[in-house]
């Protein structure tokens, strides 16, 4: 295995996945001197090799294929959390894979990510599992949002439920997989850290983006999110304590709620480049996909200071087709992920607006 020193450029990093988040990180790689390639089961033709140096198509399960990914590259990362656990493990064999295995064993499961975040002393809504006809009866975390543990993401794989009986009704219609019920949160704003953790263990939590959702979909991140100092320090101290007790060299997110009574209450994480990060390429001293391509690498975390106020918008569907609209306001940074087609939920690329004049 190579040792922990710095990668310098012109060294090659390995991306598992192969879409918009790895495309991103593959073009911020490219202009510090280094070359990706990509892992994924799609043809060439994925967003992500486009802009990449290599491409090598297997299937998550196949260990060969994965060895000559691997004996291509110097180090992997991966772009989702959803990678299978077995191929992180079947790369580390070859390489060094940054943030590693306990990030996605964590990520991948819903309730283990929530009795991670609280043995860290993150807090959470009230939650339980839901994995019996038992544990329907004896739910109390309602009204709730009953949510499967593994494979949901962007509002799929989860039900909102007032009584037992919608309870039970849902599970029923989820399959009766393993899941967790979790009480609702009487909320006033949505807000993430994204935080950055390097080989030294030196982190940078850049500045807290206030969100705005809608069906399950992230819209808006706005920076600076104008929330108290209080908030924002307890939101920073969170995800800080997230990347430090994962001891992930890489990039992590950690969305959360801020209650109407001020309480900061984490929901979930994401132990790679984030939706609601995309500002920090157009209104950061250092995007989020350069910040993780220095700490996969070994070198110095970037400054994580914001340069001009932002708001970035999601394009959704055929809301990309407006991009002529864009071109034209000088405030407005667009960025097309190279698509081919439109569907309604799929998200097409996102726009960042700096310095905007809109009204809060």
């Given at each position: 295995?190579?040792?922990?020193?710095?990668?310098?450029?012109?060294?090659?990093?390995?991306?598992?996945?192969?879409?918009q988040?790895?495309?991103?990180?593959?073009?911020?790689?490219?202009?510090?001197?280094?070359?990706?390639?990509?892992?994924?089961?799609?043809?060439?033709?994925?967003?992500?090799?486009?802009?990449?140096?290599?491409?090598?198509?297997?299937?998550?399960?196949?260990?060969?294929?994965?060895?000559?990914?691997?004996?291509?590259?110097?180090?992997?990362?991966?772009?989702?959390?959803?990678?299978?656990?077995?191929?992180?493990?079947?790369?580390?064999?070859?390489?060094?894979?940054?943030?590693?295995?306990?990030?996605?064993?964590?990520?991948?499961?819903?309730?283990?990510?929530?009795?991670?975040?609280?043995?860290?002393?993150?807090?959470?809504?009230?939650?339980?599992p839901?994995?019996?006809?038992?544990?329907?009866?004896?739910?109390?975390?309602?009204?709730?949002?009953?949510?499967?543990?593994?494979?949901?993401?962007?509002?799929?794989?989860?039900?909102?439920?007032?009584?037992?009986?919608?309870?039970?009704?849902a599970?029923?219609?989820?399959?009766?997989?393993?899941?967790?019920?979790?009480?609702?949160?009487?909320?006033?704003?949505?807000?993430?850290?994204?935080?950055a953790?390097?080989?030294?263990?030196?982190?940078?939590?850049?500045?807290?983006?206030?969100n705005?959702?809608?069906?399950?979909?992230?819209?808006?991140?706005?920076?600076?999110?104008?929330?108290?100092?209080?908030?924002?320090?307890?939101?920073?101290r969170?995800?800080?304590?997230?990347?430090?007790?994962?001891?992930?060299?890489?990039?992590?997110?950690?969305?959360?709620?801020?209650?109407?009574?001020?309480?900061?209450?984490?929901?979930?994480?994401?132990?790679?480049?984030?939706?609601?990060?995309?500002?920090?390429?157009?209104?950061?001293?250092?995007?989020?996909?350069?910040?993780?391509?220095?700490a996969?690498?070994?070198?110095?975390?970037?400054?994580?200071?914001?340069?001009?106020?932002?708001?970035?918008?999601?394009?959704?569907?055929?809301?990309?087709?407006?991009?002529?609209?864009?071109?034209?306001?000088?405030?407005?940074?667009?960025?097309?992920?190279?698509?081919?087609?439109?569907?309604?939920?799929?998200?097409?690329g996102?726009?960042?607006?700096?310095?905007?004049?809109?009204?809060?």
């Amino acid at each position: 295995m190579p040792s922990s020193k710095p990668l310098p450029p012109g060294s090659t990093i390995g991306i598992l996945g192969s879409g918009q988040l790895g495309r991103m990180t593959a073009l911020a790689a490219a202009r510090l001197g280094y070359r990706c390639i990509v892992y994924a089961p799609d043809a060439e033709g994925s967003i992500a090799a486009q802009v990449s140096a290599g491409h090598v198509q297997g299937a998550y399960d196949d260990a060969a294929a994965l060895a000559r990914f691997a004996a291509q590259v110097d180090v992997i990362t991966y772009e989702f959390e959803n990678v299978p656990e077995a191929a992180v493990t079947e790369c580390l064999r070859h390489r060094p894979v940054r943030p590693g295995v306990k990030p996605i064993h964590l990520a991948q499961h819903r309730l283990r990510e929530k009795e991670f975040f609280r043995s860290l002393g993150i807090g959470t809504a009230d939650y339980q599992p839901i994995a019996s006809d038992a544990d329907v009866a004896a739910a109390t975390a309602l009204p709730g949002i009953l949510k499967t543990c593994t494979e949901g993401y962007d509002g799929k794989g989860q039900a909102r439920v007032a009584t037992r009986a919608e309870l039970a009704a849902a599970w029923q219609k989820l399959g009766r997989r393993d899941c967790v019920l979790e009480a609702l949160v009487d909320f006033q704003g949505e807000i993430s850290a994204i935080v950055a953790r390097g080989l030294d263990s030196t982190t940078r939590c850049f500045p807290i983006g206030l969100n705005h959702h809608r069906d399950g979909i992230l819209r808006t991140t706005t920076v600076p999110s104008n929330l108290p100092a209080g908030i924002l320090a307890t939101a920073e101290r969170f995800g800080v304590e997230l990347a430090n007790g994962l001891e992930l060299v890489g990039l992590v997110a950690l969305e959360m709620f801020v209650t109407k009574d001020s309480r900061v209450l984490a929901n979930e994480m994401a132990p790679r480049p984030h939706n609601s990060g995309h500002w920090t390429i157009d209104a950061c001293a250092t995007s989020q996909f350069e910040q993780l391509v220095r700490a996969v690498c070994g070198l110095p975390l970037g400054s994580v200071d914001v340069l001009q106020a932002s708001r970035m918008e999601n394009l959704i569907g055929d809301e990309a087709a407006d991009w002529q609209r864009y071109l034209i306001d000088p405030t407005a940074h667009l960025h097309l992920y190279g698509k081919g087609t439109a569907r309604p939920g799929r998200k097409m690329g996102h726009v960042t607006f700096v310095t905007p004049t809109w009204s809060a």
